[in-house]
């Protein structure tokens, strides 16, 4: 199983960047994506996540607003698209296939995960 995350790099604060993960329809395609961060020292971090039908989203408090997660039906890619970004935005974004068809914020319910992409955001 494999995912692949793309569209991470620098950018400035308030600046916008894309973030888009693509895995095999057979691993996600009845299943719900996620992305998560990790900054360095701190914990990996929810971010947001689609259900299999693109019909629910849900979003860490921290990006609401600002991030939108998307995704087409029963596709295999999803997207992060980052607004408004800040520097505590920085991190390593890494994204998910979910164990179940809605969306989870504990990474334990996560099955598959990709390699992650490097957001900076400078101030």
């Known amino acids: 199983v494999q995912l692949q995350a793309s569209g991470g790099g620098l950018v400035q604060a308030g600046g916008s960047l894309r973030l888009s993960c693509t895995t095999s329809?057979?691993?996600?395609?009845?299943?719900?994506m996620g992305w998560f961060r990790q900054a360095p020292g701190k914990e990996r971090e929810f971010v947001a996540a689609?259900?299999?039908?693109?019909?629910?989203?849900y979003y860490a408090d921290s990006v609401k607003g600002r991030f939108t997660i998307s995704r087409d039906y029963g596709k295999s890619v999803v997207n992060l698209q980052m607004n408004s970004l800040k520097p505590e935005d920085t991190a390593v974004y890494f994204c998910a296939v979910a164990r179940s068809s809605q969306p989870r914020v504990e990474a334990s319910e996560y099955r598959y995960w990709g390699q992650g992409t490097l957001v900076t955001v400078s101030s």
């Open positions: 689609v259900s299999w039908s693109a019909s629910t989203t």
């Open positions: 329809k057979r691993t996600s395609s009845n299943n719900a």
